[in-house]
């Protein structure tokens, strides 16, 4: 099993930037993909961007460009740099892992772009 918390999120205005962070119970090198995910109200929860160990990359493509995803083993974090925000980034934002086909999620963190 692995926990999962996040962290970072805030209100800031738009053209603004935060980062989040996604800091595990243990070790994350087993951890294949790791992936952050966002659920506006009323909406579905969306896949953002998510990170491979080798590492390859994927983002959504209202994210291109602004938000960038990464991960430190060593700490066992995993991040997004959120920059440039837009007041259609509010949500709340989670991080999730998946291992031997269980999902793990955190919490949660509130992103609120003011414009």
């Known amino acids: 099993q692995v926990q999962l918390v996040e962290s970072g999120g805030g209100l800031v205005q738009a053209g603004g930037s935060l980062r989040l962070s996604c800091a595990a119970s243990?070790?994350?090198?087993?951890?294949?993909?790791m992936r952050w995910y966002r659920q506006a109200p009323g909406k579905q929860r969306d896949l953002v961007a998510s990170?491979?160990?080798?590492?390859?990359?994927y983002y959504a493509d209202s994210v291109k460009g602004r938000f960038t995803i990464s991960r430190d083993n060593a700490k066992k974090t995993m991040y997004l740099q959120m920059n440039s925000l837009k007041p259609e980034d509010t949500a709340v934002y989670y991080c999730?892992?998946?291992?031997?086909?269980?999902?793990?999620w955190g919490q949660g963190t509130q992103v609120t772009v003011s414009s």
């Open positions: 999730n892992a998946v291992e031997k086909g269980t999902d793990y």
């Open positions: 990170i491979a160990s080798i590492p390859i990359t």
């Open positions: 243990r070790s994350i090198d087993s951890l294949r993909d």
